[in-house]
């Protein structure tokens, strides 16, 4: 990359070396922007003759047209691409979706001397236009080589984000406890509202139940039989395992028990299942409190119809501590 002066009238499409200001020193145009036609006009307007822009070498790609690459390739799903200024393209959702991140992939990439990608959290909620990553190269230029093996590796391991749409999601709930289910619900239907209004849902069907094998089984195969995109169980006891009635039910129910424990705090006692392709969790004590607990972090991906792994489950130690 070579810098020049050059006449204002040939600048349309060259990147700025230097901040160009007003003559009473209010900034006119920042270092790095892309000069446009419309710019053009403007510096003449204020006077200027000349403006001080970079020009690519060979076997190098501009900044902006660097990032728009990276950031085409790193994410899928329900995405759109801005760029911004100073050589930045950021990824924006298009529709309320779950976002999914190969934290491996992210570092190796990162790891390269000219990128830097920065993301939201693995299985966080993100609304509608919510900015979700941000691509930066280094100023003004990459080079061509860099750039593309760079991309080759993000071909060859698949996206490092994706953008996964909460579309109409079916929540179900059953609420449990050994002597009446409606004292499990009228404990715990309150903060569950307030949990779903985060994510912008409502719970689509509800049951009660006495915590007693054959009940509960019975009540979750009734909510199965409505199609739900996910379910959950809120007791008021805390399991010993997928030995106890809960896990037992599960099973009964043609469950198969995914993982027991969690490291999250709070939300160790976290038990998952899968009928089918249909996610059953149950998560004691963390119904008392909207405050963050691993339900939290569990949600966003369900409602997305992702089939989240014990191997997953176990990553989530490192910020696990939420409280």
């Not at 002066?5 to 200001?21: A, E, N, Q, W, Y």
């Not at 911004?84 to 393209?89: C, D, K, M, Q, S």
């Not at 990459?142 to 093996?149: F, G, N, R």
């Not at 059953?280 to 691993?294: E, L, R, T, Y």
Request: glycine share 8%; hydrophobic share 45%; aromatic share 4%.
């Amino acid at each position: 990359m070579k810098a020049q002066t050059i006449d204002v009238k040939k600048s349309t499409g060259r990147i700025l070396c230097c901040t160009v200001f007003r003559a009473g020193g209010k900034k006119l145009l920042a270092k790095g922007h892309l000069i446009s036609e419309e710019d053009t006009r403007l510096l003449a307007t204020e006077g200027m003759a000349e403006v001080w822009v970079t020009e690519l070498e060979e076997g190098e790609v501009g900044e902006y047209d660097a990032v728009m690459q990276v950031a085409s390739a790193i994410g899928c799903g329900a995405l759109e691409i801005h760029l911004a200024a100073g050589g930045r393209a950021n990824l924006l959702t298009t529709e309320p979706s779950c976002i999914l991140v190969d934290d491996e992939l992210l570092k190796q990439i990162n790891a390269t001397p000219s990128i830097a990608i920065a993301t939201s959290v693995n299985f966080s909620y993100a609304r509608s236009g919510h900015r979700v990553a941000t691509v930066k190269s280094t100023p003004f230029a990459v080079a061509k080589w860099e750039l593309e093996a760079m991309i080759s590796i993000i071909k060859e391991r698949g996206p490092i984000l994706q953008a996964r749409p909460i579309r109409t999601p079916v929540l179900a709930i059953l609420y449990t406890d050994p002597v009446n289910g409606e004292r499990a619900r009228q404990l715990f239907e309150n903060v569950m509202r307030q949990r779903l209004a985060r994510i912008g849902i409502t719970a689509s069907f509800a049951l009660s139940s006495v915590e007693e094998e054959g009940a509960v089984v019975r009540s979750l195969q009734h909510l199965l039989h409505a199609k739900p995109t996910a379910v959950l169980i809120a007791s008021t006891t805390a399991p010993a395992g997928p030995d106890d009635v809960i896990g037992r039910s599960m099973v009964r129910a043609g469950c198969q028990i995914e993982c027991f424990l969690a490291p999250v705090e709070p939300g160790n006692l976290f038990l998952l299942g899968y009928r089918d392709d249909v996610p059953i969790v149950s998560v004691p004590g963390c119904f008392q409190s909207a405050k963050p607990n691993v339900l939290d972090l569990m949600l966003s991906p369900m409602l997305a119809r992702y089939r989240i792994s014990s191997w997953e489950v176990a990553c989530l130690g490192h910020g696990g501590l939420l409280a």
